[in-house]
C-alpha cells in the first residue's frame, strides 16, 4: 500500500473509533458528565492499545518471532497471579490494590525470567519465558482452586479484561507509561530494526546487542505489566495490531512504531465500544471481544499472505 | 472382679449417651452439608448435632467444631467414606461431578432449593419435617414471613415510588445482580426495584456508564473481606441520584443479604431499613 | 603492500574448548584471503574472534595499524564488515531498506545525505541499483546474498569478513556473488573468505589460508598451498590436483579412484 494512504488511513481510524467511543454507549448521547467519563475510558482504551501494540512490535523484532507477543515473556502469568491473591486474600500492601499487586506480579515474573535465561541468548528469553509463565499459571490455578466462589468469580472476571474508570490517578500513571514506552521504542527504531536480522548481523552493524535487548525488553514488559495491572489480560491486540500495520507502513520501526500505536490504540477503543454496547448494560469483558474480532481478522490476514519467500 | 464391673459400667454409660443421641431427632441421622446456607439452617432447626460434616466455605455459627468435607458443592469422597453421612443436604446449584459422586457413594441427598424467599420458607419447613424439627422450622418459617410482612408494611407506610437499588458485589470489574439472583427476590419483597431486573441471570458485570445512566435511588456495596470501595469518589458517579441523597451503604455483612438461610431475616430487617430509612418503627 | 589485519599467535575457544592454538596471519589491503579447513578447524570462531563476538584468550589482532581492543563497539563496525553465514531472515524491508541498517554505526537518528549517498554506492557495488526499491521476499537467492553484501558495505569498512557466502546458492548466482567480491579488492577493500570450497577459493582468492587442528596447515597463493598432499593430510581424502585450461588456477579433484 502507498505510503500517502498511511496517514489519512490512521488518522480515519483513529477518528472512527473516538468518535465510537464517545458517543455511543449504554448511555446514549452524551451530556457533559457522560462525555468526561467516556473520555476518561477512551484515554484509558488508548493507552492499553498503543502499549500492547509497540510491545508487540518490539518483540517480535528482538525475538525474531512473528507470533510473539506482549505476554510471551510470562507477564501476565505473573500479573494475574499478583491480583489474584489480591482478590482472593484482599491482600493490598501500601494500599496498592489489585493493580499494585498486578504489577508487582508482572515485574517479579519478568526478573524471574531474566535470572533463569542469564548469559543466553534471544531463543532462551522465549523458552525461559513459557516455563516461568507455566509455572506462575499452575499458582494461579492454585490460588483458584483454594478461593471461595466469589474469588474464584472475581479472579476470573478480572482476569478477562476491564476498562473501565473510576479515577484519574491509575490513567495518569498509564499515560506515563505509555510516554516512556513509546518514546524509548521510537527511539530504538533503528536497534529494532537492525535485531529483527538476527543478532549477529545486528552485532555486525555496530549494536550493542546485548544492552539493546535487554532495554527494549523491559520496556516492552513495562508496556505489557501496566496494561494488565490496569486492564486485565487483553489478547491479540499486541500480536494481530503489528502485522496488519506492517502491510501498510513496512517493517521499518520508525513507521512502524507510530503506526501501529494509532492503530492499537483505535482497534482497543472500538473493541471496548462493543464490549459496552452489544449486550448493555451487560459489559462484556474487553480480552473477549479483542479475541472474538481479532482472532478471525488475524486469519484473514495470514491467508491474503500468499506469498512466500522463494 | 471390680475393675471388669467398671469397664463394664462405662460401656454401658458409652452406649447409652450414643443411643440417646441418635435417638434424638430425625432417628440418627449423620448430616453432611456442602454450602454455608444449609450449614446455618441446620444450626437454626437446632439440628447442629447431627451435622458430622461442611464445607470449607461454612463460616456461620462461627467454631462449630464440625470437620471439613469439603468445598462449596464439591464434597471429599474419602471423607464422605469415613465419615458414613446418612444425609448430604445440597442447593442445587452443585456441578453435576458432586451429583454422580453421591450417586456412586449410594447416600442419601437432600435438596434445600432458596432461589427466593418462598422457595427458602418451604425449604426450611421440608427441610424441618426431614430432620424431625418440625417445631423450629416452622417457628423459623413463622419468623421469615413476619419479617417479610413487615418490610412490605414498611414500605406501604412511606408509600411513594419504589426505590431502585444497585447492589455491588465486586468493584473490578463491577459486577451486580440480575433478576434471579436471591438479593432481587429479597429487594422485591422490602418493596424496592432491583436496578437491574432486566437482567436474567443471577451475576453479571456492568460499566460505569450503566450504572450511571440506570441513576439508582440506593446503592448497596457490601464488599469483600470487609473491604468496600469508595463509590462516591469515582469518575462520574457524583451526580447519581443515591450519591447526592447520601443513600451509599458499605456496612452490611454480605451473608445477609446474599446467603439464604436463617439471618436472612435480620437480612430483610437491614434492607428494608436502607430502603425506607422514614418509617421508623 | 600494506597490511590491513594482522593476528599473532592468536588464541580463541568457547571456556575450556580451545579451538584455534596460535594462528597467525596476515591480510594485505585489496587482497581476498580465503580461510578453509575441515568442519571444527576454527574458521567461523575465526571470524567472531576477529568481530570481538569471543573474547581473546591469547595472542593479539592488529587492525588498520591498531590493537583490536582498542576499537570501540561503532569504530569497530565502521571498518569491519560482516556477512554470516545463512540467509537472511523473512523480514519485509526492501533491498534499501536493508542497506540502510548498515549505517548504524555512522549515521545520527535520521539518515542524511552522505548516508544515502553510501546505500547508494553500496547497492551499485553489490550490482543492486534497479532492484532497490524491491522487497526483499521477491528477490532469488543470489540477489538477497548480495543485498546482505550490501549491507555490510553500507558501513563502508576497510574489511569485510563473509562466512561462507555462496554455501547456498546455485551456479549462477554464487558466480554473481563472486563478481562483486573481486570488484570490491579491486576498489581497495580486503576480504577475509570463510569457505569449505577449496575450488572457489581458487579461482577466487588471492591466497588461502588453510587451517588444521586449530593452527595454520599452510597460508600462500592456491597454486603453493593446494596440493595432493596438503589435501590428504587436511582433509584426509585422497585428491587428485589439475588446472584450469584457461585461467591456470589449481583445481582439488576428490577421489583418486572412480566411484563405484
Known amino acids: 500500500m502507498s505510503r500517502r494512504a498511511l496517514v489519512p488511513l490512521l488518522a480515519g481510524a483513529l477518528l472512527a473509533a473516538l468518535a465510537l467511543g464517545l458517543f455511543t454507549g449504554p448511555g446514549g448521547l452524551p451530556d457533559e458528565l457522560l462525555l468526561r467519563l467516556r473520555l476518561l475510558r477512551v484515554a484509558q482504551g488508548l493507552a492499553a492499545g498503543i502499549l500492547l501494540a509497540v510491545a508487540g512490535c518490539a518483540f517480535q523484532a528482538v525475538l525474531q518471532n512473528v507470533l510473539a507477543e506482549p505476554y510471551v515473556l510470562g507477564v501476565s502469568s505473573g500479573a494475574a497471579l499478583g491480583a489474584a491473591l489480591s482478590i482472593a486474600f484482599g491482600l493490598s500492601p501500601f494500599s496498592w490494590g489489585i493493580p499494585g499487586c498486578a504489577a508487582a506480579g508482572a515485574a517479579g515474573s519478568f526478573l524471574l525470567v531474566l535470572a533463569v535465561s542469564r548469559g543466553m541468548g534471544g531463543a532462551a528469553l522465549i523458552l525461559a519465558g513459557v516455563v516461568v509463565g507455566s509455572v506462575l499459571s499452575s499458582g494461579l490455578l492454585l490460588v483458584l482452586s483454594v478461593s471461595s466462589a466469589e474469588g474464584l468469580r472475581n479472579i476470573t472476571w478480572w482476569m478477562l479484561g476491564n476498562l473501565d474508570v473510576f479515577s484519574t490517578r491509575p490513567l495518569i500513571l498509564l499515560w506515563a507509561c505509555v510516554v516512556v514506552v513509546l518514546g524509548g521504542l521510537w527511539l530504538s527504531s533503528r536497534e529494532l530494526d537492525a535485531l529483527s536480522l538476527g543478532e549477529e548481523r545486528a552485532a555486525g552493524v555496530g549494536v550493542d546487542v546485548r544492552t539493546a535487548r535487554l532495554s527494549i525488553l523491559a520496556l516492552g514488559t513495562l508496556a505489557a505489566a501496566a496494561t494488565v495491572s490496569a486492564a486485565g489480560i487483553i489478547p491479540f491486540v499486541g500480536l494481530f495490531v503489528p502485522h496488519m500495520v506492517r502491510r501498510l507502513s513496512g517493517s521499518r520501526h520508525a513507521r512502524l512504531i507510530p503506526a501501529a500505536a494509532v492503530a492499537g490504540g483505535a482497534f482497543l477503543v472500538v473493541a471496548d465500544s462493543l464490549a459496552r454496547l452489544v449486550l448493555s448494560p451487560r459489559q462484556v469483558p474487553v480480552g473477549v471481544v479483542t479475541a472474538l474480532v481479532g482472532g478471525p481478522l488475524f486469519l484473514i490476514l495470514l491467508r491474503g499472505r500468499t506469498r512466500l519467500w522463494r | ?281 | 603492500m600494506e597490511v590491513t589485519l594482522r593476528a599473532s599467535e592468536l588464541r580463541l575457544g568457547y571456556g575450556a574448548r580451545e579451538v584455534l592454538r596460535g594462528l597467525s596471519f596476515e591480510l594485505g589491503r585489496g587482497e581476498l584471503l580465503a580461510v578453509a579447513g575441515p568442519n571444527g578447524s576454527g574458521k567461523s570462531t575465526l571470524l567472531r574472534g576477529l568481530l570481538r563476538l569471543l573474547p581473546l584468550q591469547g595472542g593479539s589482532v592488529e587492525l588498520l595499524g591498531r590493537p583490536l581492543a582498542s576499537y570501540g563497539r561503532r569504530q569497530l563496525a565502521m571498518a569491519v564488515g560482516w556477512v554470516p553465514q545463512g540467509e537472511l531472515p523473512q523480514v519485509g524491508f526492501t533491498v534499501r531498506q536493508l542497506v540502510e541498517v548498515g549505517r548504524y554505526s555512522r549515521s545520527g537518528l535520521a539518515l542524511g545525505r552522505r548516508d544515502e549517498q553510501a546505500v547508494e554506492e553500496a547497492l551499485r557495488l553489490a550490482d543492486l541499483a534497479e532492484l532497490a526499491a524491491r522487497p526483499l521476499g521477491e528477490l532469488s537467492g543470489g540477489e538477497r546474498q548480495r543485498a546482505a553484501i550490501a549491507l555490510a558495505l553500507a558501513q563502508e569498512p576497510e574489511v569485510l569478513l563473509l562466512d561462507e557466502p555462496t554455501s547456498h546458492l546455485d551456479l549462477r548466482h554464487e558466480e554473481e556473488v563472486a563478481c562483486v567480491l573481486r570488484r570490491l579488492c579491486r576498489a581497495g577493500r580486503s576480504g577475509v573468505l570463510v569457505t569449505h570450497d577449496l575450488n572457489l577459493a581458487s579461482r577466487l582468492c588471492d591466497r588461502i589460508l588453510l587451517l588444521k587442528d586449530g593452527r595454520a596447515f599452510d597460508c600462500g597463493p592456491p597454486g603453493e598451498v593446494l596440493s595432493e598432499a596438503a589435501v590428504l593430510a587436511v582433509y584426509g581424502v585422497a585428491a587428485r590436483m589439475w588446472r584450469h585450461p584457461e585461467t591456470g588456477k589449481p583445481l582439488v579433484l576428490p577421489g583418486s579412484h572412480p566411484v563405484v
Not at chain 2, 200 to 220: G, H, K, L, N, R
Not at chain 2, 234 to 244: D, E, F, K, L, S
Open chain 2, 1 to 281: 472382679m471390680l475393675r471388669r464391673l467398671l469397664v463394664l459400667a462405662a460401656l454401658g454409660a458409652l452406649v447409652s449417651c450414643g443411643g440417646e443421641t441418635e435417638s434424638a431427632g430425625g432417628g440418627g441421622e449423620r448430616l453432611v452439608s456442602l454450602a454455608p446456607s444449609t450449614t446455618e439452617l441446620v444450626f437454626a432447626l437446632g439440628a447442629g448435632e447431627l451435622l458430622v460434616g461442611r464445607s470449607s466455605a461454612d463460616d456461620y455459627p462461627p467454631a462449630s467444631g464440625v470437620p471439613v468435607v469439603g468445598d462449596f458443592g464439591v464434597p471429599n469422597a474419602e471423607a464422605l467414606i469415613r465419615l458414613k453421612p446418612t444425609l448430604v443436604l445440597l442447593t442445587g446449584t452443585e456441578p453435576d461431578s458432586s451429583g454422580r459422586l453421591l450417586e456412586t457413594l449410594g447416600l442419601s441427598t437432600f435438596t434445600v432449593r432458596a432461589g427466593t424467599l418462598d422457595e427458602l420458607v418451604r425449604s426450611t419447613l421440608d427441610l424441618g419435617q426431614r430432620l424431625g424439627r418440625r417445631e423450629e422450622a416452622a417457628s423459623l418459617a413463622a419468623r421469615l414471613r413476619e419479617a417479610a410482612r413487615a418490610a412490605a408494611a414498611r414500605a406501604e407506610a412511606v408509600g411513594g415510588a419504589a426505590p431502585r437499588v444497585y447492589v455491588e458485589v465486586w468493584h473490578d470489574p463491577l459486577t451486580t445482580v440480575g433478576r434471579t439472583s436471591f438479593v432481587a427476590d429479597l429487594i422485591r419483597a422490602c418493596g424496592g426495584v432491583n436496578l437491574f431486573d432486566g437482567v436474567e441471570t443471577p451475576y453479571f458485570a456492568t460499566s460505569s456508564e450503566a450504572v450511571i445512566a440506570a441513576d439508582p435511588d440506593v446503592i448497596i456495596v457490601p464488599g469483600m473481606n470487609g473491604v468496600a470501595p469508595d463509590v462516591e469518589s469515582r469518575q462520574g458517579w457524583g451526580g447519581i441520584a443515591a450519591v447526592r441523597a447520601g443513600r451509599v451503604y458499605s456496612r452490611i455483612d454480605p451473608a445477609l443479604l446474599f446467603r439464604p438461610g436463617p439471618r436472612t431475616v435480620e437480612g430483610l430487617k437491614a434492607l428494608s431499613k436502607i430502603l425506607f430509612p422514614e418509617a421508623h418503627p
